[in-house]
């Protein structure tokens, strides 16, 4: 089975901090995705990579950085975190077609 | 721009119904479309996937979905739904790699189904 995991289920931060949320897949995928997601706003693509340290801008990039080093990581930082980034964090990867997700991430920034 | 619309936020059907969850695209060339489910603080799971062919795929858990080119459509049904199929359901579309990078999945925003006993 293809296993993609996500380095914390939950996780506090405090606003102003730099926070790392890292993510891991078994697959040798190249392609990886971060997404967001929000009630009411379903999944929002902030960043995605098709190769080692290759990235694109997802939809909503503002406030995030990536980095992939590795085949297998792919990394969200958040270099100043903020209240409006309190989210759920679901990272995926891809080979040709179908994603496998993450269990996901929820951050909540206070 | 691709896109995907799930035109009901909400679908309630009583248990051992039939149940349908409506999926419509927006995408330039021919689109791989995909179900997928999510329970409660969960990952999305993967449930099936059109990429070619017949039009009627069948998926995870007695799930299929039919392929309408015409309608640009791909809706989830369950000939006869469970209370454990109550989740939030996502459709997605994308565009098979053309190279220069990859394609994301674009997302609907989702539909939550609710079985009731």
């Known amino acids: 089975d293809v296993k993609v995991t996500q380095s914390s289920r939950y996780l506090v931060k405090r606003t102003g901090e730099k926070v790392f949320l890292e993510c891991v897949q078994d697959?040798?995928?190249?392609?990886m995705f971060w997404y967001r997601q929000d009630p009411g706003l379903g999944l929002r693509l902030i960043y995605f990579?098709?190769?080692?340290?290759?990235?694109e801008k997802g939809d909503i990039p503002e406030g995030y950085s990536v980095s992939r080093e590795k085949k297998e990581r792919f990394s969200l930082i958040l270099e100043s975190a903020s209240t409006n980034q309190t989210s759920m964090y679901l990272c995926?990867?891809?080979?040709?077609?179908?994603?496998?997700f993450g269990q996901g991430t929820r951050l909540t920034v206070v | 721009a691709q896109s995907v619309a799930q035109p009901e936020d909400q679908v309630n059907v009583a248990e051992g119904n039939p149940l349908t969850v409506k999926c419509t695209y927006s995408?330039?060339?021919?689109?791989?479309l995909f179900w997928y489910v999510q329970y409660p603080n969960r990952g999305l799971q993967f449930l099936l996937k059109?990429?070619?062919?017949?039009?009627l795929v069948k998926g995870s858990y007695g799930f299929e979905a039919e392929f309408n080119k015409s309608q640009t459509s791909f809706h989830l049904k369950k000939p006869s739904a469970l209370v454990s199929d109550s989740a939030l359901y996502f459709c997605?579309?994308?565009?098979?790699?053309?190279?220069?990078?990859?394609?994301?999945?674009?997302f609907g925003k989702g539909t939550h189904l609710i079985i009731q006993p």
């Open positions: 990579s098709y190769d080692v340290k290759m990235k």
């Open positions: 997605a579309v994308r565009v098979p790699y053309s190279g220069g990078g990859a394609d994301g999945l674009t």
């Open positions: 059109y990429i070619t062919g017949d039009n």
């Open positions: 995408v330039s060339g021919n689109p791989y």
């Open positions: 697959m040798d995928h190249e392609n």
């Open positions: 995926a990867s891809s080979g040709r077609l179908e994603a496998f």
